[in-house]
């Protein structure tokens, strides 16, 4: 089971841009596919994004396309959502998980390992 830690949460203004980082143990990191969810009060956790193995495919939410990029640097165990022009909207606690296979997926019941979360709020 890979440990996961999300930092690069905060406050911004709408408009502005974020980039959450997700550090991951151990030695296989390129052979799990990552995600990003977020939930926001009172509401179910949704997929943002997710990126395979390689790092050469990514998925993304409707909602975020054109917005967010996320990208991996599997040197680092590391995976990113660089986020832009942040709406009100994306307030919501951002969580990182892993697959324990290589290929993406937006459904969240398929991946094996989650972050504690980091907080994003964009005010208007």
């Known amino acids: 089971q890979v440990q996961l830690e999300e930092s690069g949460g905060g406050l911004v203004q709408a408009g502005g841009s974020l980039t959450l980082s997700c550090a991951a143990s151990?030695?296989?990191?390129?052979?799990?596919?990552m995600g990003w969810f977020r939930q926001a009060p009172g509401s179910e956790r949704e997929f943002v994004a997710s990126?395979?193995?390689?790092?050469?495919?990514?998925l993304y939410a409707d909602s975020v396309k054109g917005r967010f990029t996320i990208s991996r640097d599997n040197a680092k165990n590391t995976v990113y959502l660089r986020m832009n022009s942040l709406k009100p909207e994306d307030t919501a606690v951002y969580y990182c998980?892993?697959?324990?296979?290589?290929?993406?997926?937006?459904?969240?019941?398929?991946?094996?390992?989650w972050g504690q979360g980091t907080q994003v709020t964009v005010s208007s």
């Open positions: 998980a892993a697959r324990n296979v290589p290929y993406y997926s937006s459904r969240s019941t398929l991946y094996n390992s």
């Open positions: 151990g030695r296989t990191f390129s052979s799990y596919a």
């Open positions: 990126i395979t193995g390689t790092g050469g495919t990514t």
